[in-house]
């Protein structure tokens, strides 16, 4: 099959996919992701952004800038809060690829925020280990703490309240992340005055809340008791 032969084939199977999304949305009433994310919106990265993306560019081939490109969004996103389509638009010349290629990265993964949130971003697991530990009873105690609903923004646009699947902490169940940093082995109370810290500008100790070290039993070790030879990757563990 030629080189010719096989684009044409994948450029036809992309409208046709995006035909069917467009009839689906419309049927099903789904929101478009960019209903409030213009083109139009300003963006540029700042000095010390770029820097930073030099130096993830150099990770890669210079044909394979694509390969960068879930790294620059979540570069986006640390510098924004959110990830807007001028942005992508930005990503998309710096990897020299077309905007739709973004397009499908961003929202494939709903870790990209694809419209402005809360200054602090709540994340509770509910996944089943979480769930089994209380994670539905945190995530309504957080709703009522902040007097919104999941999935909605307080007022004052300090915390946005978002429930997940799985943070890869289960053995830590229940866990919450908030800013990207874990809190584990967590109680409503603990939770609570995790998030009046967070509000007054304070960084709570992150990992478990409980008085055991790290994903350890909550009795201390049962076995791996020696010292560690080598190579570790944390000190503190």
């Given at each position: 099959?030629?080189?010719?032969?096989?684009?044409?084939?994948?450029?036809?199977?992309?409208?046709?996919?995006?035909?069917?999304?467009?009839?689906?949305?419309?049927?099903?009433?789904?929101?478009?992701?960019?209903?409030?994310?213009?083109?139009?919106?300003?963006?540029?990265?700042?000095?010390?952004?770029?820097?930073?993306?030099?130096?993830?560019?150099?990770?890669?081939?210079?044909?394979?800038?694509?390969?960068?490109?879930?790294?620059?969004?979540?570069?986006?996103?640390?510098?924004?809060?959110?990830?807007s389509?001028?942005?992508?638009?930005?990503?998309?010349?710096?990897?020299?690829?077309?905007?739709?290629?973004?397009?499908?990265?961003?929202?494939?993964?709903?870790?990209?925020?694809?419209?402005?949130?809360?200054?602090?971003?709540?994340?509770?697991?509910?996944?089943?280990?979480?769930?089994?530990?209380?994670?539905?009873?945190?995530?309504?105690?957080l709703e009522d703490k902040l007097g919104i609903d999941c999935g909605n923004t307080t007022t004052d646009g300090k915390f946005q309240l978002s429930e997940v699947e799985c943070q890869g902490a289960c053995a830590n169940a229940p866990v919450i992340v908030i800013d990207g940093q874990f809190y584990e082995d967590l109680k409503t109370d603990d939770v609570l005055k995790i998030v009046e810290q967070v509000g007054q500008g304070k960084q709570p100790k992150s990992g478990p809340q409980s008085s055991r070290k790290a994903s350890e039993p909550v009795n201390g070790k049962t076995t791996l008791k020696g010292k560690p030879t080598g190579p570790v990757a944390k000190d503190d563990l």
């Open positions: 099959m030629s080189l010719s032969l096989i684009q044409n084939f994948h450029s036809s199977f992309r409208k046709t996919a995006f035909l069917a999304i467009q009839q689906t949305r419309n049927y099903m009433k789904l929101p478009n992701i960019f209903e409030k994310n213009e083109e139009q919106t300003k963006f540029d990265f700042t000095q010390t952004n770029y820097k930073k993306i030099d130096e993830i560019l150099r990770k890669y081939p210079t044909d394979k800038k694509s390969s960068a490109i879930i790294p620059l969004l979540h570069l986006v996103q640390e510098q924004e809060g959110w990830v389509r001028a942005a992508m638009n930005k990503v998309s010349n710096i990897v020299c690829c077309p905007p739709t290629q973004v397009y499908e990265v961003a929202t494939f993964y709903t870790m990209f925020n694809k419209k402005p949130i809360g200054k602090h971003h709540i994340e509770v697991c509910t996944c089943t280990p979480c769930m089994l530990r209380g994670g539905n009873d945190i995530l309504r105690t």
